[in-house]
């Protein structure tokens, strides 16, 4: 079997953490900053030094191409190098970089596979600084237009397409061009599931449809000692509800069913008069879309009904909504099959998390790999996966795209 | 019958709102300003011209005398004029200046009481500059020391002492000295019950105790996509839980129990993200201690049940403790007759806001009458009482001062 070399993707790991390192041991490499530009340059230094051909296309994204035997779809895996403002150093460059070390496997053993085998990194994955989030998968696999993509601004007002040019990351390949035989996307779980039963490879069938949006309730402002709780018409009672009836309601429907009730503003906010304006988010999220729009529907029919018993105004905002992307059922099963062999232990799991990865199912057979995430912390400078466990989904990784540039 | 001159009331009403007088018919008079020296000016004018015996006592409250036939305890009637920064024209003003009204009238038909009638307007009663509230009441009743009342201070750090000798309010009279036969206050509701009863006079028994804690509660922040509902450790779901407890809690226990959870902070009040800190608090009133105790108990039950599923950690803080006022039987009664004998419809209540009437307890029988507020705004520059309606409560106030005068 071929080895990965695991104290060279450690090594590459630290070394990439270096740019835009940040107190605690973690990243601030938000998309097209000179962090990110610095960290691409090193990105592309060593596909370089591998010997990989180098296309950069309109929108940002890189992708270093191994030739095969012959001139076929290649097999692709990638991820993202950019990082929310306090991310860790795991969160998409463990991706990309163990596709360099399956590349350095390859090379090291003359292997030359039948078909091509590409590793890709791609513009703006987090969101954190342009809205949509993963932009540039989106953008490759045709669910967005290049110029709107272009027009994406950051709250500085900096656009996506300025920003491109002055890091010097607009390159002539067109989105897409490249259309693989099939995409594979390692990445570290984001959630606690895999760390907290000690399974080592997640096996991911599918992303969670997403479900955001805002409340705006307007009450009635009064003083909380002389108005009698049948008078009161309490925009924070109406916010609390729901957030009770959202715990419970997932709770109820099982599953992957997830709701979060994560921000919430009360006014005007004073210990002893009733709230008469409450802005408040749910977050709900389902791997089954008909599920997702009846746990919808449930939320809405809730807040219907206690509005009106509280003599209360709503205004709803869809702030986002994503179906559920289902993955590759075949090369689902490869992923578990190869992990299998390796004596590794798995869990097949939805992604809870977006990822390029759905963005690529559109245009080829995809699939995930997931290894466990100390305490499921991410976005945090305390994100964390044993070294052990990063050269197992890496080893997995490099087992699958050979078999599949083999193919 | 003696007659109370209504429109003078609503003159003088009018003449000093036109001190501090903000936009939208309000007034804006902090205790201790120059616009409240400016109010106790007037006032303290109008007494003079009315002939009392003006009073200023070391904390700066005011006690204008008419003397009686006898040297006896007076009967007093009184309230005060400082204003919260966004208050209405009504709210302790209208107790003061129809006290005058009361005087006037005496004046103008030549009686002079067997007891010697006082009005009095104390100082800080909102408490919206220096806490406590009520402080002057409470320094005449004798339930806080002198110099720990002069030692309180502003946010700017300015203190009552510093202001009172600033603005010239601190007289040669011990608070206190002048102890009443019988102290009653007249106020508007600043609720809505009389408004919406379409009822004329509130007959108030009593003053709700109050019980104000904050919860400082801390979870673990977490992806609202990847972690399961069962690893969550949400501190908004807490918060959002005891919300909804405290309502059910008030409407079982009915009577006058009210609950309120006015304040909340969410942290890091992301969509995304499961809270992992609350800070909340919690307003229970009632005018039964022993239920308020129970309606406490309660709510600390259910924090610590559900802190304990949640495994989140929670911190109490009580910010404000202070047992119900009951009122004068006796006191209560007559008040009630005298508004029925001007066959006016009444209504027996307690007060949900603090007044100076529930510190003048502690010395003396004390009563209140209410009159209503309109929609029950109050602490807004839309608060509002129609003209007969306070015509109606000073024409009670007049009648049961007279009895009490002569007794």
């Known amino acids: 079997m071929l080895h990965l070399d695991e104290r060279h993707l450690l090594g590459a790991l630290d070394e990439l953490a270096v740019i835009g390192a940040i107190e605690g041991g973690g990243c601030a490499r938000l998309a097209l900053t000179d962090e990110d530009r610095a960290g691409r340059d090193l990105v592309v230094g060593w596909m370089n030094a591998l010997g990989l051909d180098v296309r950069i296309d309109a929108i940002g994204n890189v992708i270093g191409v191994r030739a095969g035997q012959e001139n076929l779809a290649p097999v692709m895996t990638g991820s993202h190098i950019d990082t929310v403002r306090t991310g860790g150093r795991y969160d ?79 390159g002539p390949a067109e989105p897409g061009a490249l259309r693989p035989h099939a995409f594979v996307e390692l990445h570290i779980e984001q959630g606690p599931i895999l760390d907290e039963e000690k399974v080592q490879i997640g096996v991911v069938e599918s992303v969670q449809g997403i479900s955001w949006t805002e409340y705006t309730v307007t009450g009635v402002s009064n003083h909380a000692g002389t108005t009698p709780m049948r008078l ?48 408040f988010t749910v977050d709900l999220r389902n791997t089954d879309e008909a599920k997702l729009k009846d746990a919808e529907a ?110």
């Open 92 to 170: 998409g460059n463990y991706g990309v970089l163990a596709g360099l070390e399956v590349v350095r496997a390859l090379n090291a053993a003359g292997i030359v596979t039948r078909r091509p085998v590409a590793v890709a990194f791609f513009t703006n994955e987090e969101g954190a600084r342009f809205q949509p989030d993963m932009l540039g998968s989106l953008v490759y696999a045709g669910g967005l237009d290049l110029n709107e993509a272009y027009a994406a601004a950051d709250k500085d007002g900096h656009s996506v397409g300025d920003e491109l040019r002055r890091i010097g990351y607009v």
């Open 232 to 279: 009161r018409r309490d925009a924070g009672y109406l916010a609390a509800s729901v957030n009770v009836f959202a715990r419970k309601l997932a709770r109820e429907m099982g599953g992957n069913q997830v709701a979060t009730v994560g921000a919430l503003t009360l006014r005007p906010n004073l210990i002893n008069v009733v709230p008469n304006r409450a802005v």
């Open 298 to 407: 449930r939320v809405a029919a809730h807040i219907a009904e206690v509005a009106a018993a509280e003599r209360v105004d709503v205004e709803a905002s869809v702030l986002a909504r994503f179906e559920p992307v289902i993955f590759d059922a075949g090369l689902v099963d490869r992923v578990e099959r190869h992990a299998r062999a390796l004596s590794l232990s798995t869990r097949r799991m939805p992604s809870g998390a977006g990822h390029d990865a759905q963005m690529m199912q559109r245009i080829c057979p995809t699939s995930m790999i997931f290894v466990p995430s100390v305490a499921g912390l991410s976005h945090n400078v305390r994100e964390h996966t044993d070294a052990a466990d990063l050269a197992a989904g890496a080893q997995v990784l490099l087992n699958l795209m050979l078999e599949l540039a083999e193919e």
